[in-house]
């Protein structure tokens, strides 16, 4: 039940990366990153401006008088950022479920089992900063604005592209240079692009992401991550016909999209492709007749930050392994 909880809780989250965000309002001569593109220069910590300031997914001006150095990450995808930029040794706290790298585990939790974090276990660390993500309410952020904490609400991107820019938000408000880092998930990107490119057909994907129940198991619809990376990587998403960004697809849909390649989200819980082969009514469905059935680390494709390139990656070689040998 927990485990069916948290997977809808973090479907209907990652819905809200659909909605439009409110236009960022006119921000003051301090330095200024806009919430929809990347800052035009590195900020160096010796070059810190007296304030810094930038508008976050919420329209807001946030301002900090100097960088952050305590940091408290409330989304897994956030705490994966800080420590991928360097700025792993500035979080001092981070919500529950964050797993990514192991090293964070060290750091305390401040909760968010259901979306319940500890207001006071959040004052009490005394951050500088706190980070949230579109996997938390916009009245979370205003409770914790209230107790006099700064919050800069980090807005899902919506390509691999922007989130290179949530990359150099993070980057400037806590004092380090990503330039290097994103100059090489870029080339990453193209390198898979080029591959792509050359293609002439496409093989249909079904990507279970929790098949708990196997006769209509959950999957990502249009606009989601998980339909993002599918398509850039070469792949035709049958979850994409569905009107509904997280569907449930039944057995009869799923059998008539004849998916050639299925992808395992849900492998982490302990499913696995001989499972998936043997469940009542699938033996008729091509990726299982020709066994090209893949486990794979959904975070990869849940997580927006710097390792959804590995994600591409990974779906790229399993739709198209002949490009990679």
Known sequence: MLRKTFILTLAF???????????????????????????????????????????????????????????????????EILYAIGAGNQVVGRDEFADYPAEAAAVESVGGSMGEFSAEAIVALEPDLVLAAEINTPELVNQLEKLGLTVYYLSNPKTIEEMYGNLEIVAQLSGHDVSDMIASLKERVAAVDEKIATITSRPT?????????????????????????????????????????????????????????????????????????????????????????????????????????????????????????
């Open 13 to 79: 989250a990652l819905l809200s990366a659909c909605a439009p965000q409110p236009a960022p309002t006119s921000a003051p001569a301090a330095t200024e990153i806009p919430a929809t593109a990347a800052p035009t220069a590195e900020i160096a910590i010796a070059e810190v401006p007296a304030e810094i300031s930038a508008v976050d997914g919420l329209g807001r001006e946030v301002h900090l008088a100097a960088l952050a150095a305590r940091i408290v990450s409330l989304a897994p995808s956030n705490t």
């Open 205 to 325: 994907v079904f990507y279970e992401m929790d098949g708990t129940d196997p006769s209509k198991p959950w999957t990502y619809g249009l606009g989601t991550f998980g339909d993002l990376l599918i398509s850039r990587a070469g792949g035709d998403n049958i979850g994409a016909d569905s009107d509904n960004p997280y569907p449930q697809l039944s057995l009869e849909q799923i059998v008539v999209a004849d998916p050639s390649i299925i992808i395992l989200g849900d492998a982490a819980w302990g499913v696995t492709p001989e499972a998936v082969a043997a469940r009542a009514g699938w033996e008729t469905i091509a990726a299982v007749k020709s066994n090209q059935i893949y486990p794979i680390d959904d975070n990869l494709i849940t997580r927006p930050g710097p390792r959804l390139v590995d994600g591409l990656e990974a779906l790229a070689k399993l739709l198209h392994p002949e490009l990679f040998e």
